[in-house]
């Protein structure tokens, strides 16, 4: 069983075995209102995003030792668009450390304004750098 994006448990099965088996998952990228990366044309369908771990976040969950799992998430070129939901973070923050290995994501979906176009938010692929290496930016 994994949780989907909306913290509701899904059967592993929807999930395809080989990304699982990597540590890959499916999220939405929430707080996206509050950073101006959600409108770079880097944070489209397609893009290689990066994420880093805040430690020192207050609204993260806490480690045993007090550590905050929260992950924000970055376009390529450093801009900021939000943050990895927290009821995923924790599972996302372990399976990192066990693997010893960096995060990345590539955005999935976008969700757009039917009227202008606008996009209002985005859902991405998670999963440990080693499944991005090949990944190819589009042009």
Do not use: C
Not at 83 to 89: A, F, G, R
Request: proline fraction near 7%; glycine fraction near 10%.
């Amino acid at each position: 069983m994994y949780r989907n994006d909306r913290g509701k448990w899904r059967p592993i099965w929807d999930l395809p075995g080989s990304l699982e088996q990597a540590g890959a998952r499916f999220s939405k990228v929430v707080g996206v209102t509050y950073y101006p990366g959600l409108h770079s044309p880097r944070a489209g369908a397609g893009w290689w995003l990066r994420l880093i771990r805040e430690p020192d976040n207050p609204h993260g969950q806490r480690t045993e030792s007090g550590i905050s799992t929260a992950i924000a998430v970055y376009t390529d070129d450093g801009v900021e668009i939000g943050h990895l939901p927290s009821e995923i973070t924790w599972d996302i923050y372990a399976d990192a450390r066990l693997r010893d290995t960096d995060l990345g994501a590539v955005v999935v979906t976008e969700y757009r304004l039917k009227e202008t176009q606008e996009r209002t938010g985005i859902r991405v692929l998670v999963g440990p750098s080693p499944v991005w290496a090949e990944w190819d930016q589009p042009a």
